[in-house]
């Protein structure tokens, strides 16, 4: 099992954007199925947005169609999380998410029981 560590977490203002990544402790960790969950305190943790890398298709949580997206370096060691358009609403831990071994063909899913490897999370809290 591999640690996931995010960065890029902390205050921004409504209507503001910010930009989250992940990267694994363990050296030459790569990974074509990854996603991006949320707790909201006082919630269930939640899936943001997935990603399957190697087919493109992505599935987008409730509250990320339209305004967040989700990408890999080139070297798909760093996943990022870009978001616009935030609202107080979006206030919570982030966590990203791999599956160590995942087929070509894996459709992508905001269920995270089927991820194998996560971060600790990192706080964005939207506020004015």
């Known amino acids: 099992q591999v640690t996931l560590v995010e960065s890029g977490g902390g205050s921004v203002q409504p209507g503001g954007s910010r930009r989250l990544s992940c990267a694994a402790s363990?050296?030459?960790?790569?990974?074509?199925?990854m996603a991006w969950f949320r707790q909201i305190a006082g919630k269930e943790r939640e899936g943001v947005i997935a990603?399957?890398?190697?087919?493109?298709?992505?599935e987008y949580g409730g509250s990320a169609a339209g305004r967040f997206s989700i990408s890999q370096d080139n070297f798909r060691r760093t996943l990022y999380l870009q978001m616009n358009g935030l609202t107080p609403e979006d206030t919570a831990m982030y966590f990203c998410?791999?599956?160590?071994?995942?087929?070509?063909?894996?459709?992508?899913?905001?269920?995270?029981?089927?991820?194998?490897?996560w971060g600790q999370g990192i706080q964005v809290t939207v506020s004015s």
């Open positions: 990603k399957n890398f190697r087919s493109g298709v992505v």
């Open positions: 363990e050296a030459g960790y790569t990974s074509h199925c």
């Open positions: 998410a791999a599956i160590s071994r995942c087929s070509n063909n894996w459709y992508p899913t905001l269920r995270g029981e089927q991820y194998t490897d």
